[in-house]
Structure formats: structure tokens, C-alpha cells
């Protein structure tokens, strides 16, 4: 019986802009974008990584001293892994050997990575010069022919040319001739 009549206002633009209708949001959210591309796979992959042993990475300036210099430290680095049958000079040549021959390949810096398991030390030189138009030089022959030497060889891969020996730390005695 009592109806209410709602009074209107006739009809005035209003006077500040209208609200713009509200964004839909998307189903998925926007992936983030790295900041450079991606490497290919024929790119860089991941550097050389040692687990589940003792390891050790000494770098140098590829110069005329930097033989003698890893020599050096690469045996005081080795000492503390306790092997006391390890022949000192073989290993000192076999370090001074691979740094020349890295040297010698090119390259700015030269790294020598060292890492043991069971009883052997493996020692790895890299140059850092991945120019895979050159050869990767020999093994030098003074290193090679090391009483305590049981595999040696060199490649090329993404850090560049690599040259390395596989040392026995608990080597055979010397056989005396009689």
C-alpha cells in the first residue's frame, strides 16, 4: 500500500573521468625474462666441478716464472693430504712439465687443478684458451716417462686445452739392480 518512490536526479555527466573497467587477471603469470639470452648448447656449459674428494685449483699468469710458481705451490698443496710415499720430484716435474706445455699453448692465465683418490693425484693444467682451431699440444715426453706417471694425455674442451697426469702416491720401491 505505501509505495516508495525514490526521487532522481535528472541525468548530469559527472564531473571527474570514470573508472576505467577492472583487469582481468591472466591465467598464468608472466614468465620472468633472464637479463642476456640463454647459452646454447653449443655455447659454455658449467666448469669443471670435482666432488667427493680432496681438491685443490691454484691459478697463475701464463708467464715464464709460472712453472716454477705452481710447481711450488701445487707440492704444498699435495703435502697436506698426507701422502708420504708421493716422490716429490717426480711430482714437482710432472707440475712444471704440464705448466710449460700450457704456457707454451697461449693463453693469458693457467690453472692447475689438483685432486686425489685412492692414493693416486691427478694433476690438471688448463690455459684457458678454447681456440678450437689449434692443437692441443703432447704431453711433454719429460713428464710421460716419470717413474711415478701411471696415464697422462691432453685434450681440448670448453676451458680450453688441458693437459694432465695421473700420479700414484704409494709407487712400487724403487728395484735395485744387483
Known amino acids: 500500500m505505501s509505495e516508495v518512490v525514490e526521487a532522481r536526479d535528472p541525468k548530469v ?3 571527474y573521468p570514470p573508472k576505467s573497467p ?5 591465467v598464468e603469470a608472466p614468465r620472468p625474462q633472464p ?9 659454455v656449459p658449467p666448469r669443471l666441478v670435482v666432488t667427493s674428494r680432496r681438491a685443490r685449483v691454484l691459478a697463475f699468469r701464463a708467464d715464464q716464472w709460472a712453472a716454477r710458481k ?3 705451490e701445487a707440492a704444498l698443496a699435495v703435502a697436506e693430504w698426507d701422502y708420504p710415499l708421493l716422490d716429490e ?4 716435474k710432472a707440475v712444471h712439465g704440464l705448466v710449460q706445455a700450457a704456457v707454451a699453448g697461449g693463453g693469458k692465465r693457467v690453472s692447475v687443478h689438483l685432486a686425489d683418490q685412492d692414493a693416486k693425484v691427478l694433476v690438471m693444467v688448463l690455459n684457458h684458451l678454447a681456440d678450437e682451431q ?3 699440444g703432447q704431453v711433454p715426453a719429460e713428464v710421460a716417462v716419470l717413474r711415478t706417471v701411471e696415464a697422462c694425455g691432453s685434450h681440448t ?3 680450453g686445452h688441458a693437459w694432465w697426469a695421473l700420479l700414484n702416491a704409494q709407487p712400487r720401491p724403487k728395484e735395485r739392480l744387483t
Open 157 to 159: 674442451d670448453h676451458d
Open 35 to 43: 637479463a642476456t639470452k640463454p647459452k646454447s648448447l653449443t655455447g
Open 134 to 136: 689449434d692443437a692441443v
Open 89 to 92: 720430484q717426480d711430482f714437482l
Open 22 to 26: 577492472p583487469q582481468k587477471k591472466p
Open 70 to 72: 705452481a710447481a711450488g
Open 13 to 15: 555527466p559527472p564531473s
